[in-house]
T-cell receptor
């Protein structure tokens, strides 16, 4: 079956530090890949997506590249802000399974 | 923001009672989903719908049922609530279920359910 493994948290960084959150996946076929963000007390918001190999998704300074050879979709940001503090979820969508499979989430805290 | 509302937003109930959660969308999206979120598990799919009266089970469907009589509404029912169903429940919608299509899902604000 499909699965997503993401970097265990929590992750604590200082403002303006470089962020990487690792995500690897197992899936049949050609899934779409996503990063979602959840701020405290809120639902999940789509941060970025990529639908095929070598696609780069980007939004709000965050980037992730769909790497089929390493089955990875690592999230990066060059300079984090306090407002980026949230839980980040990597997910994949398989058309054959018709469902999103989520990683367990990574809590990010950015200190001023 | 996608037009998705959930009701109630918070509920406390007793073991053995039936509970119904409602998800309402104004986007006219075909697909609707119910997830539960528990610490250490991310989100897990309970049931989903791919059209009016068309539903299917997800990963953790035992003890839950769903109904979709209108495009805009998707109901989740716990027939006899148990303490293990204490969780935060999220509804989501998407335009498409096809690989490579507009299959990104948009989430509602969640319902926090406590079963005593």
């Amino acid at each position: 079956g499909n699965s997503v493994t993401q970097m265990e948290g929590p992750v604590t960084l200082s403002e303006e530090a470089f962020l990487t959150i690792n995500c690897t996946y197992t899936a049949t076929g050609y899934p779409s890949l996503f990063w979602y963000v959840q701020y405290p007390g809120e639902g999940l918001q789509l941060l970025l997506k990529a639908t095929k190999a070598d696609d780069k998704g980007s939004n709000k300074g965050f980037e992730a590249t769909y790497r089929k050879e390493t089955t990875s979709f690592h999230l990066e940001k060059g300079s984090v802000q306090v407002s980026d503090s949230a839980v980040y979820f990597c997910a994949l969508y398989s058309g054959s399974a018709r469902q999103l499979t989520f990683g367990s989430g990574t809590q990010l805290t950015v200190l001023p | 923001d996608a037009g998705i509302t959930q009701s109630p937003r918070h509920k406390v109930t007793e073991t053995g009672t039936p509970v119904t959660l409602r998800c309402h969308q104004t986007e006219n999206h075909r697909y609707m989903y119910w997830y539960r979120q528990d610490p250490g598990h991310g989100l897990r799919l309970i049931h989903y719908s791919y059209g009016v009266k068309d539903t299917d089970k997800g990963e953790v469907s035992d003890g839950y049922s769903v109904s979709r009589s209108k495009t805009e509404d998707f109901l989740l029912t716990l027939e006899s609530a148990t303490s293990s169903q204490t969780s935060v429940y999220f509804c989501a919608i998407s335009e498409s279920g096809a690989a490579g299509g507009r299959n990104e899902q948009f989430f509602g604000p969640g319902t926090r359910l406590t079963v005593l």
